[in-house]
């Protein structure tokens, strides 16, 4: 199935009704998701705003789901520059199982998107992401808690839980 992005370029109610509608059609089936996924690289902004808005909000209870898009969000959106798409984007890597090779990436994806960005969301986003990878693997916990000292000097974060790290 074919979305027709078209009808979600304009700001109606219209066309906030389908876009609530689809997000629960993709949060049920894979097939839709994937179209959704789809949106996230278009070429229009405001497609791709709206899809990983759909995305970070579909695998807050489906992480599972992004598991075949591996490699899309680590080569083909991780890449985008959109403000609005890479705040949604960061929270999807700590959702992700990922295998060592790819980890070690977005480790280093997620700190340099900490220690670069100038967005505060973007930033606080991929704090979250990385201390969700940092509570998988012990390894992750000195690259965190440094960028986590790093970013808290400049930015208002969130509390963590670092009475579980060593």
Known sequence: MLIPWE??????????????????????DPLIFEEV???VIHSDPCIRM???EMIEKITRVRPLFLI???R???????VIQQVEVRQQVALLFGRVVWDEWDLKQVVNLLGQWIETQSDEQIIKNS????YELAMQKEWIRPTFLQHLKN???ETELPLYDLTSFP
Not at 7 to 25: C, I, N, T, W
Not at 72 to 78: D, K, M, P, S
Not at 127 to 130: E, P
Request: proline letters at 2%; charged letters at 25%.
């Open 37 to 39: 996924m789809r949106g």
């Open 7 to 28: 009808l979600f370029g304009e700001d109606s109610e219209q066309s906030r009704k389908l876009l609530e509608e689809l997000l629960e059609v993709a949060a049920a």
């Open 151 to 153: 970013a808290g000097e």
């Open 50 to 52: 709206q899809a990983a």
């Open 127 to 130: 704090i979250q992401s990385l």
């Open 72 to 78: 899309l969000l680590l080569n083909e959106v991780a």
């Open 68 to 70: 075949p898009y591996r």
